[in-house]
């Protein structure tokens, strides 16, 4: 059982279905990603769009990390909630005019940059407006991540990035565009990594890459090698904090630092996922022919990763511990797909029972929608229950 019996007293009386943030779990977290990112002078960033809570945000802005956003919004949002214009990166295959000019309004750290045509549309904005603009190129390294196909970046058949064969093509063009100053080279393979040797992977194609850079006189002053570093959602209890140590020993261990360059990371999911769960109640226990259904009042409107990405989250039920039964686990919505679990031993279950998915502080609350016309999710935090 990972809540007390007060918390749960106090979950019993507040309306389902809800997020619950565990602030002190989130800073045990950000504590151990300082201590392992500091001593080696990695830089990271968090990303936004796993979490963008006020209180998640203000939690991280405390250890000093910078920002990592993909929407003009973000940008914004970032710059309100106090992250440093200096430490914010700005990513994505479509920016559009508006969020362009915000962004370099705001003077943030660097763009990254993901084709040829957005770096002749950031030159032109900046030079209307009067200002230079700093740049990395994204480049697509062609690793897989060995992750989920929708949440793969960085194979040329993915939308991301330049693709190393046009490099030549965009330095020679990036001689004319008088506005862009290129600083970085940025990188992100997917998300959800948990077979690390990828990163070892990423290290050695970054290395190459450096050369032809050398080769062609190019200082390049950082490199940004995304995020991606996974959870355990399997068995969240066991690794309630990722191991932020073998992740950055990695790139300690094999990515070949240029003298005066700096090594930046961008992570979401690994700083915000365990310290966030959906509390639930049971609609409705009904038997079917092959196995029991558990229906929820939370569905894929609060949680859309299972549907979307076929993930998995562990449900456990706070209320019972009689004997086990299989069930699968659904929600309200008119989908088939609004599925958390099939097939999973649970003690028997009844109407009101209390669930709780687990992991669920990164892209959970930020995906949910208002489908079926439901209700905004709320969320509660740890430090005000
Ligand atoms: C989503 C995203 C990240 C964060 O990925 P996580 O798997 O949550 O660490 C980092 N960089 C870019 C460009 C992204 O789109």
Known sequence: MIFSKELLNKFELIETPFYFYDL????????ILN???VKRKFKVHYALKANSNNKILKTILGYGLGADCVSGNEVELAVKSGFKNTQIVFAGV?????????????KIFCFNVESLQEMEVINLIASSIDQTANIALRINPNINANTHHYITT??????????????????????????????????????????LNVFKELCIRINEL???????????????????????????????IPNFKIFFEIFEKFFETVPGQSLHFEIGRAIVAQCGSLISKVLYVKEGVNTNFVILDAGMTELIRPALYQAYHKV???????????????????ETSDTFVKSVQLPETKRGDLFVIRSTGAYGEVMSSGYNLRTKVKSYYSDEL
């Open 24 to 31: 002190g779990l989130l800073k045990k977290t950000l504590d």
């Open 35 to 37: 201590r392992e990112s």
């Open 94 to 106: 479509g920016k559009t005019d508006i969020e362009i000019k915000t962004a370099i309004n705001h």
């Open 154 to 195: 960085g194979l040329e058949e993915n939308k991301f990035g330049i693709n190393a064969s046009e490099l030549a093509q965009v330095i020679d063009k990036l001689n004319s565009f008088k506005n862009l100053k290129l600083i970085g080279l940025h990188f992100h393979i997917g998300s959800q990594i948990t077979y």
């Open 210 to 240: 450096q050369k032809w850079f050398a080769d062609h006189h190019i200082h390049i002053d950082h490199i940004n090698a995304g995020g991606g570093l996974g959870v355990n959602y399997e068995k969240p209890d066991e690794n309630l």
């Open 316 to 334: 456990e039920n706070l209320s019972s511990s009689g004997q086990q039964k299989k069930y699968d686990v659904v929600g309200p919505i008119c």
